[in-house]
């Protein structure tokens, strides 16, 4: 009887919904983690992607929601809303890129334009290089360059594609004043249903920061469908830090057997119904308001389906080729395995060996007291000694949003800037 209701529900569901991700095939993009993150992240990222590459396990049906969910969602509007973007800590970027009229500056990040527009209009005579993966913030691009007619130069890539992009535009090491690097996702993005980034708003699976440009790139909906159990509890661990893994793989394991899962509320309520009622909002953000428990889930799949960490990498080293001496960095990042990458990069640690521990972090891993929030460590001065880079030094410790900034614009809440200048 199971096996009749399952055949009957597949069969509904590709009748009445198109295929909306690709099959399966092997993407060039996805082969250069081990180089970039410590030891055991890269291991998962290659063992989860060989199981998603594995012929046997191709996803083959559609990227729907379930009949039930489609009735719960009805009644919501599907279309997107207009994307409100709000720079973050625009400020503290100006004062600390100092940038001079003349000067050139490669926004690694573009998205909506916020920090580029503002130094536009701080600057005169400037020239920003915006750079984006994605191809919406590269029409935005586009569309700021003829406001400001010879000051922008828009170009669409990602970081690990940009040493062969630059240099069409007269770019060569050493050729660029100030680099900004906005790490993550875009409120633009986030606030875009279709884009399928948001727990909160029904829209497919996706997540793919590039959008269509790689028609055979997985999406989120591939993941979710395609890995076993343990796979997913691997990328749920490494990429989301979150603690309870093995249940909501499971969760998630059971409920595709019954139906594929396509949509982004469909995947939040599974997630959400591996735990008591009680514990659905019990995790707190920091302005203490409630946070859904599916919500390092969507972080992690984001994270893997995107290369985030490896692309990182790339991006900081692109702007440490690129930047002349004496030349400045901004990065800003909202989550801890952002923000640890980047200051160990700054720092000039090998990326592929274990993180060095404070003496407050190995006494916590002792008592087992390593919780699930890692982005609230503190730095130690005293650590911090005997650590600079040969390429960096480092303009000042971590910068973290002012309290009127985060009520204004709570999205900045984990928000922290990193700056450092190319060593002379």
């Not at 702007?319 to 960095?329: D, N, V």
């Not at 592929?352 to 699930?372: D, F, I, T, V, W």
Request: glycine share 6%.
């Amino acid at each position: 009887m199971k096996c009749l209701i399952h055949f009957m529900l597949s069969i509904l569901c590709r009748a009445q919904m198109p295929l909306y991700c690709s099959r399966f095939m092997v993407a060039p993009c996805k082969r250069t983690l081990g180089d970039v993150v410590p030891d055991h992240s890269s291991r998962v990222f290659r063992r989860c992607w060989r199981r998603l590459w594995h012929p046997g396990r191709l996803y083959t049906g559609s990227v729907t929601s379930s009949p039930d969910s489609e009735f719960r969602n009805s009644e919501m509007s599907t279309q997107s809303e207009k994307p409100f973007h709000t720079p973050v800590m625009v400020k503290e970027v100006l004062q600390f890129l100092d940038i001079k009229p003349g000067q050139v500056v490669l926004d690694l990040t573009f998205g909506a334009g916020g920090h580029s527009k503002a130094i536009l209009q701080s600057v005169p005579g400037v020239t920003v290089v915006a750079a984006d993966r994605d191809p919406k913030a590269f029409q935005m691009a586009q569309r700021l360059a003829e406001e400001y007619r010879g000051q922008v130069k828009p170009v669409l890539g990602r970081f690990s594609e940009l040493n062969n992009l630059l240099p069409a535009l007269g770019l060569r090491p050493g050729g660029v004043d100030a680099a900004l690097l906005d790490a993550g996702c875009s409120s633009m993005q986030m606030d875009s249903a279709e884009r399928g980034f948001s727990l909160s708003k029904d829209g497919p699976l996706d997540m793919r920061m590039d959008g269509d440009r790689y028609p055979d790139m997985p999406c989120a909906a591939d993941v979710v469908n395609a890995l076993d159990q343990q796979a997913l509890a691997s990328v749920l661990a490494a990429y989301g830090e979150e603690r309870h893994t093995r249940k909501i793989a499971a969760a998630i394991t059971q409920a595709r057997s019954v139906y594929p899962i396509g949509r982004t509320l469909q995947l939040a309520s599974i997630v959400a119904g591996a735990f008591p009622a009680s514990a659905l909002y019990a995790r707190r953000d920091r302005l203490q308001r409630p946070s859904h428990v599916a919500t390092k889930t969507f972080q992690a799949l984001r994270i893997f389906v995107n290369d985030e960490l490896n692309e990182l990498h790339a991006g900081l080293r692109v702007a440490q080729t690129l930047l002349r001496p004496k030349g400045r960095l901004c990065v800003l990042t909202f989550h801890s395995l952002e923000d640890r990458l980047t200051k160990r990069f700054l720092r000039g640690e090998d990326l592929a060996a274990p993180p060095r521990r404070s003496h407050r972090q190995r006494a916590k891993a002792r008592l087992g007291l390593e919780g699930e929030e890692h982005e609230e460590e503190e730095e130690n001065e005293e650590e911090e000694k005997g650590r600079e880079s040969k390429h960096w030094v480092s303009l000042k410790k971590v910068i973290k949003p002012s309290e009127e900034e985060v009520q204004e614009n709570p999205r900045a809440r984990s928000a922290k800037l990193r700056t450092a200048s190319i060593a002379s």
